[in-house]
């Protein structure tokens, strides 16, 4: 992952559904102007994002919000829709904004991408959690493989802020 502490978050365009929806387009700083916890994840549905990535920071919240986070984003390398469907599949709510990378603009920008071909998932993104004030990277914590959630998990993570 070429992002580190310091760097600031490149204005990628991200992918939501709203209320009655309609796909909309964001980008990165609109999302990112206070205090805000990233989730990069491989991908919607996948086992560890649905076992313990994304359901770690839902049972966590009211702790994020206590340590001054305004807001959780989970970036995952699929469309809008899936997006919209794995967030109500974990019951995320209001909790988490789910965004869709779908051409990988963000992921490739930060150097997050990594190649699944050999297990049929094509490219995606590493798993990370990254902090991030004002479009400004203050921690980043990234896994070595896709299939682990330690150092990016919301226990880990947010006992480290």
Avoid at 22 to 50: N, Q, R
Avoid at 82 to 102: C, H, L, R, T, Y
Wanted: hydrophobic share 35%.
């Amino acid at each position: 992952m070429r992002i580190k502490k310091g760097d600031k978050l490149p204005n990628s365009e991200l992918f939501y559904l709203d209320q009655n929806n309609d796909v909309k387009k964001i980008y990165v700083s609109d999302l990112c102007k206070d205090k805000s916890i990233i989730l990069g994840m491989p991908g919607a549905f996948t086992k560890t994002c649905s076992a313990l990535h994304l359901p770690g920071y839902i049972k966590n919240y009211e702790l994020a919000t206590k340590k001054g986070i305004t807001k959780i984003i989970c970036i995952a390398v699929n469309d809008p829709n899936v997006m919209k469907a794995w967030g109500e599949n974990q019951n995320a709510g209001s909790k988490i904004f789910m965004a869709g990378d779908p051409f990988l603009k963000f992921t490739k920008a930060i150097g997050a991408e990594v190649d699944k071909s050999e297990k049929g998932l094509g490219i995606r993104s590493n798993r990370y959690t990254m902090l991030v004030e004002n479009g400004e990277v203050k921690k980043v914590e990234e896994e070595k493989e896709t299939a682990t959630c330690e150092l990016s998990s919301a226990e880990s993570f947010l006992k480290s802020i």
